[in-house]
């Protein structure tokens, strides 16, 4: 046969397919109507297991994973029908119904927020933006801004979570595992890093630059036309700006903000240091309580996976089934539990779905490790 020829079969075949997959599409609906009456879940990972090692016997040896896949991937999208039809009932969705209540409220407009670093760090200026009226409070370190909203001192906390060009900030990801928070907004700011120092210093005389580990990384391709300069890193790039302009030295410089060079009284020797022009850092505001406000677009989980083939592709199959689009993947090792890790999902949904709501319910249910960290907007 020539390719047309073979083309032309794969269509009827295909179109067999398509036929008994719709035919199965509708036996799925009345599974899934039983399974209400029944009060059985949506997921049957037994009787699943039992079909691929039916249907698979039937194939060569060669052909036999690809008959798994296409069979697991029928499964998903057939529980994600179910999930349109059914109530899936957990924990999670009862304090999600309960957050939303009559319906979503509107954004505060004012708030106490705990940051990291002193006043002038990119999380006071991100908190400035996320709140119109922002009573900040500033805490030494991360974990002080976690502690701070668990144990209700602030309303909020303002965090950086991600950059444009360094990637994820992996210290806040490390703490989320062990704090008990909510997120309510997603905020990306364009950071525009300047290089500072006192009055009167030349860029020529500069012996020793400081800054924050974020900084100096979204800076490296600037730092490098200094050869042996110091670099120093420090809690962030206010931190910074204030220990250049109280040194007394006039070798030193840091890697800050321009409202820093404005704060503590410096000079910008040079402006935009960055390596790219387009540096953005995401920022999340935090609270201790699930609260979901209007415009929420966005979702963001925690789960474990399994150490076992096929466990990352089977969840991943769950978001596309039902249309959801992933914007993050992010994996972080599980302490004292070698090569098993966390993973942390963002992905575009409607809180308000029921589907949606019910995807939450299955995963939760059947994952170990689950956590919700909430529904927010993206700004």
């Not at 890697?255 to 387009?278: H, Q, T």
């Amino acid at each position: 046969m020539n390719l047309d020829e073979v083309r032309q079969n794969i269509d009827v075949i295909d179109d067999q397919i398509a036929k008994l997959y719709a035919e199965r599409m509708q036996l799925s609906a009345e599974v899934a109507k039983n399974k209400i009456e029944s009060g059985l879940p949506v997921e049957n990972a037994v009787r699943e297991k039992q079909i691929i090692s039916r249907v698979t016997a039937q194939f060569p040896e060669d052909t036999k994973l690809y008959c798994k896949q296409i069979f697991e991937t029928m499964f998903e999208t057939s529980k994600a029908y179910q999930l349109g039809i059914v109530d899936v009932k957990s924990p999670i969705k009862d304090e999600i119904k309960s957050a939303i209540g009559d319906g979503l409220k509107p954004f505060p407009v004012q708030a106490s927020v705990a940051c990291q670093g002193i006043y002038g760090a990119y999380s006071c200026l991100a908190a400035d933006r996320i709140f119109p009226i922002a009573s900040v409070s500033c805490f030494k370190n991360w974990d002080g801004v976690f502690s701070a909203v668990e144990k209700g001192f602030c309303d909020f906390g303002v965090l950086p979570i991600e950059n444009s060009t360094a990637g994820s900030v992996i210290g806040v990801y490390d703490l989320m595992r062990r704090h008990k928070f909510y997120i309510v907004r997603s905020f990306k700011m364009k950071v525009r890093h300047c290089l500072l120092a006192p009055e009167g210093v030349n860029i020529k005389d500069i012996k020793e630059i400081i800054s924050h580990d974020q900084a100096l990384m979204q800076c490296g391709e600037f730092l490098k036309g200094f050869g042996d300069v110091r670099i120093s890193r420090c809690d962030n790039t206010a931190v910074a700006a204030k220990t250049v302009a109280e040194s007394g030295r006039r070798d030193i410089a840091c890697i800050s903000s321009r409202e820093c060079a404005e704060l503590y009284g410096l000079c910008v020797l040079k402006d935009g240091v960055n390596d790219s022009p387009n540096n953005y850092t995401r920022f999340i505001a935090i609270t201790n309580k699930l609260r979901i406000y209007e415009g929420t677009n966005r979702i963001s989980v925690t789960l474990n996976l399994a150490h076992e083939a096929g466990s990352l592709n089977s969840l991943l199959n769950k978001f596309s089934a039902l249309g959801l689009n992933l914007t993050k993947l992010e994996s972080r090792p599980i302490p004292d539990s070698p090569f098993e890790f966390t993973f942390y999902f963002d992905f575009e949904a409607d809180i308000c779905s029921s589907s949606v709501q019910n995807l939450l319910s299955s995963i939760a249910l059947n994952a170990d490790g689950f956590a919700f960290l909430g529904a927010y907007e993206e700004m």
